[in-house]
């Protein structure tokens, strides 16, 4: 049982992680631009699908991710500059109707480059077996991979956001567009990078996923909305907040989905645990968001007022 | 003392270790038109919302006719009489002059949970707007929409819809901010009116208009009340001049 | 009108209520031909043995309804609800559902539909409505996903695979088999349901409710219990919107969790706003564009959802106000 549930408690971690990288560029893009990203998942799909097609012509998945996050990143600025940049001054609704398009135009899109099958991405050599991490409990290496990489990132946007100049424009942007303007700096140019920034983060997600559940057309549509109850959790514009929901929310979807009916066994009947427990914990999530959302209605973290 | 409709006791409120709201008193008695003035930063803002119910204060009480309403929702406040104007305008813009008002009216008469029967040929929400509109001298501009009035007039209306819910203290947030002469005139106007029938807070950055309107002034600076008393005695006060009115 | 006393006339108005028929004659004699059209073009398809045309009509008001509950809190209410379809997915289950079990009576299904998707509205309205903007939008998102994936998880009414509704709800006095009279039916339902959004936005009801829309804080402060009023609001939108979910597993036969996948509520949303929002006929205009739209793309090449986002997206940076305001601008040029 404990070895069991630190397996899950890591692969807990693991989508923890993933979700982090996907809810820090939906706080970055809304924190700073006041934007709504329904197609957030989008770019964590074709970050994804470039992946695989580079993992093919590179032959190593490990050169083609930095390759893929170009490739990404390049697709956020077309999208930004294009499309996106016209809505900033728009409202809400506008932001979620034109990104919902753009999810429509990306699923297809996808669909005719590469084909309605998911494309499975080889891993190397090094990364396809398993570790011990404690006597007798051994786990996949690739996951740790994953959990690492992404401690690493949020490691580096807190320092880029905390001890850099462009972590002081994004943070001045975030609670005074006019000063950022009057220090003279492009905030077209400045909106334009955070929003490839996040598209990168969102891409690597994908990237980081596609080697175990294969790259697939509408892969970011489910977990975007995960996404989405870790930044109402944590509080949306904080990247703090959306840190720690992201790691509370990935534990708890991943522990309740393997404990839950196990747990329930002890209060009601066998068959019963064993309807209720699925359904249960496939709402689990939302009903710690709803009940989070009673005692803190800005979230647990609210950011301070702009 | 005598009888007092409002009072505020000993209201403290900070945000991040600086206080906003610093052990203010203030007691406004039945009829009076008392003004709140202070400089920029002094904390009006926040014990307007405080006194209004957008604020919890961190300690002290707000007392309605002896009534404690210190954790008493915004929206309950306006049925023990308050009502208020909003320093930015705020009225609703896509309606007209008389559905703003009818709206106020409604919200005291009774039950809005009525699903079938329109509104708008109520004439139990229509006279009572109408006669409203009379008073601040809208009557005309009944049928225009709120979004092609003037900023004066728009104002003008706020002040109706408050006065449709019968208040027997009103809570006014610079209602003449970003007025011209001759607007802030008329306004003026309409409060000397309305002296002595409604109790009113009047917080105010318009010296001319205070002194002219206020029975009693008190001054607020960096949270503080400084000085509470008649408009001659506040203008003789030393602490005020040096605190305030010296600087302009 | 603005300079002058006010005219009778010009204080009868005062709410400027959307009227039932549109405000303008032209407006009026062209939405009266829209929806006779909309009665009669699929019974002369059907007369014509053309049946695709009554069931692709009957789809369309189906949605068309949805979108019209969706437009009650979204149009008139400001709540921009990104779950609306929930309520279709509820609405088609409490028919599906019971059907498994035996119990064929429409007596018991469109009660059900209405009451579960009322109490659903009520329990996550209430937690919803404590929040205001983009986390209104996320949070009515995450709970559709939320009643999706409960749907999902039931295994004994087909999971993923969805479930089959064999025999269609029983009402004795009409044979809803029949696909005129399911046609019909939906028809009469949508009628109604316009009639009641019409009367409800002119009541005092609606008056608060587009009171909150316009300036919540004030409405606070003129003593309204601002959050009581939406959430019923809310309730009354998702109720309505389970009838139509009812209708439209009636006339699928078969149901699904994809029934409210959050991209429906997606598309529920789009046909709104393309309509008009705050328009009583817009929903009907948009959900009747939208679908044909999808229906004449998907025609032509299987990947029609790629030109189908690329209007969306030039919808919303070039249309304002929607179709309704389209022709309202064109009535008012020509």
Request: proline content about 3%.
């Amino acid at each position: 049982m404990s070895t069991l549930f630190l397996i899950q408690f890591l692969n807990g971690l693991q989508l923890g992680v993933l979700l982090f990288l996907l809810a820090a560029g939906l706080t970055l893009v809304f924190g700073i631009m006041d934007f709504v990203n329904l197609a957030h998942g989008s770019l964590y799909m074709i970050g994804a699908f470039f992946c695989a097609t580079l993992t093919f012509w590179t032959g190593s998945f490990l050169l083609a991710v930095p390759l893929a996050l170009v490739a990404t990143a390049i697709v956020g600025l077309v999208v930004e500059t294009g499309v996106i940049r016209h809505l900033y001054q728009r409202d809400h609704l506008d932001h979620v109707l034109a990104t919902f398009g753009f999810i429509l135009i990306a699923d297809t899109s996808v669909q005719l480059i590469w084909g309605p099958e998911g494309i499975a991405i080889p891993l190397p050599e090094a990364l396809q077996g398993q570790v011990q991490i404690l006597p007798g409990v051994i786990f996949p290496a690739y996951r740790l991979v994953i959990i690492a990489a992404g401690l690493l990132v949020a490691f580096g946007l807190y320092w880029l956001i905390g001890r850099t100049r462009l972590g002081m424009l994004i943070r001045a942007g975030a609670s005074n567009r006019t000063m950022v303007s009057a220090l003279g700096i492009d905030i077209k140019t400045l909106f334009t990078a955070v929003f490839a920034l996040g598209a990168v983060l969102a891409g690597l997600a994908g990237m980081l996923i596609a080697p175990i559940t294969e790259a697939t057309i509408g892969m970011g549509n489910d977990i975007i909305i995960t996404a989405f109850v870790v930044i109402i959790v944590g509080g949306i514009g904080s990247m703090k907040g959306a840190f720690i929901a992201a790691m509370l929310i990935g534990l708890i979807d991943t522990l309740g989905r393997s404990f839950l009916d196990d747990m329930l066994k002890v209060f009601i009947p066998v068959n019963a645990a064993e309807t209720a427990g699925p359904a249960i914990s496939s709402m689990l999530i939302y009903i710690i968001m709803a009940a989070v959302l009673a005692l803190h209605p800005q979230g647990l973290f609210p950011p301070k007022v702009r | 003392m005598a009888d007092t409709l409002l009072a505020v006791r000993n209201l403290k409120k900070s945000f991040g270790g600086v206080n906003a709201t610093d052990d203010v008193s203030i007691e406004v008695e039945r009829g009076e038109l008392h003004a709140v003035i202070g400089p920029n930063g002094a904390g009006k803002t926040t014990l307007i919302a405080q006194l209004s119910g957008d604020l919890a204060p961190d300690s002290g009480k707000v007392l309605l006719d002896g009534k404690d309403i210190t954790s008493v929702p915004t929206h309950r406040r306006s049925h023990f009489g308050m009502a208020r104007s909003f320093q930015i305008t705020s009225v609703f813009m896509n309606m007209s002059v008389i559905a703003n008002v009818s709206l106020a009216v409604q919200s005291h008469d009774g039950t809005s949970f009525r699903f079938w029967q329109p509104a708008c040929t109520e004439e139990r929400l229509r006279r009572p707007a109408m006669d409203i509109l009379d008073k601040v001298g809208l009557a005309d501009r009944a049928g225009t929409i709120a979004s092609a009035m003037s900023h004066g007039e728009r104002r003008q209306l706020e002040l109706a819809m408050a006065l449709a819910t019968k208040p027997r203290f009103l809570l006014l947030d610079e209602p003449m901010a970003g007025m011209g002469v001759e607007e802030s005139a008329a306004m003026v106007g309409i409060l000397k009116g309305l002296k002595g029938d409604k109790t009113i807070l009047l917080v105010e950055h318009d010296m001319d208009a205070v002194f002219a309107l206020a029975d009693r002034i008190s001054v607020l600076v960096y949270g503080r009340v400084i000085a509470t008393g008649k408009p001659a005695e506040i203008r003789r006060n030393k602490a005020v001049r040096d605190a305030y009115l010296g600087e302009d | 009108m603005s300079e002058a006393a006010p005219s009778a006339a010009a204080i009868k108005e005062f709410t400027r209520p959307p009227s039932l028929l549109g405000k303008s004659v032209t407006g009026r004699y062209i939405t009266v031909a829209f929806m006779v059209l909309l009665l009669v073009l699929p019974l002369v398809a059907w007369f014509t043995g053309n049946t695709f045309y009554l069931d692709f009509s009957t789809r369309i008001i189906c949605l068309s309804f949805a979108a019209v509950s969706l437009n009650l809190i979204l149009g008139f209410g400001g709540m921009i609800s990104f779950g609306h379809a929930a309520f279709i997915g509820i609405g088609a289950y409490m028919v599906g559902i019971p059907a498994y079990h035996g119990y064929e009576s429409g007596w018991l299904h469109f009660p059900l539909a209405m009451g579960v998707s009322a109490l659903f509205a009520l329990v996550t309205g209430a937690v919803c409505l404590r929040t205001k903007g983009v986390y209104f939008i996320m949070i009515t998102m995450a709970f559709a996903q939320m009643a999706y994936y409960l749907f999902l998880s039931l295994e004994e009414y087909g999971g993923d695979d969805g479930l089959t509704i064999y025999n269609r709800s029983v009402l004795n006095i009409i044979d809803i088999e029949n696909k005129v009279v399911l046609f019909l039916l939906a028809y009469a339902a949508l009628a109604t349901g316009i009639y009641a959004v019409y009367r409800i936005v002119n009541s005092r009801f609606g008056m608060v409710v587009r009171g909150c829309q316009s300036n919540e804080a004030r409405m606070k402060a003129l003593g309204y219990n601002t959050y009581a009023y939406r959430l019923t609001a809310y309730v009354i939108a998702g109720a309505m919107c389970g009838l139509a979910g009812a209708l439209l597993g009636n006339f699928q036969s078969f149901i699904s969790p994809d029934m409210m996948g959050w991209t429906r509520s997606g598309e529920l949303m789009f046909m709104v706003i393309l309509g008009g929002t705050g328009t009583l006929f817009g929903p009907v205009l948009g959900a009747v564009a939208f679908l044909v739209i999808e229906e004449i793309l998907s025609a032509f090449t299987t990947y029609w959802a790629l030109p189908f986002g690329i209007l969306l997206i030039l919808s919303v940076l070039f249309i304002k106000g929607g179709l309704s305001g389209l022709i309202h601008r064109g009535l008012k040029h020509g």
